[in-house]
């Protein structure tokens, strides 16, 4: 099992970037999935979170407003829009997601490799 992201970039502030994410291999069953970031020097932070069903999304202060996290169960994916970026939102960008796999009896948090975000001011 894996996650894999795509989407990341540099961007003038203000742009927009979309981040992408997709989970793939023996997958039994997909709870939460969300996004962290880490900038440089800095602890690794919360983003955004989406609930099993997408109904329930929760976002950093710092973010709330300007980026939007959405998935696609039928494709296992989870998708970071993000708009109005700050040179602030520069990081690396990680996407999680609390899976099953085919060949074990519980869940775990899995991550995908990273994608790096930069915004210029």
């Known amino acids: 099992v894996q996650l894999v992201e795509s989407g990341g970039g540099l961007v003038q502030a203000g742009g927009s970037l979309r981040l992408s994410c997709a989970a793939s291999?023996?997958?039994?069953?997909?709870?939460?999935m969300g996004w962290y970031r880490q900038a440089s020097g800095k602890q690794r932070e919360l983003v955004a979170t989406?609930?099993?069903?997408?109904?329930?999304?929760n976002y950093a202060y710092s973010v709330e407003g300007r980026f939007t996290i959405s998935r696609d169960n039928a494709k296992n994916t989870v998708v970071l829009q993000m708009n109005s970026l700050k040179p602030e939102d520069t990081a690396v960008y990680y996407c999680?997601?609390?899976?099953?796999?085919?060949?074990?009896?519980?869940?775990?948090?899995?991550w995908g490799q990273g994608t790096q975000v930069t915004v210029s001011s």
């Open positions: 999680y997601a609390n899976m099953r796999s085919g060949g074990s009896l519980g869940y775990r948090n899995y």
């Open positions: 989406i609930s099993s069903g997408g109904g329930s999304t």
């Open positions: 291999g023996s997958i039994f069953s997909i709870n939460g």
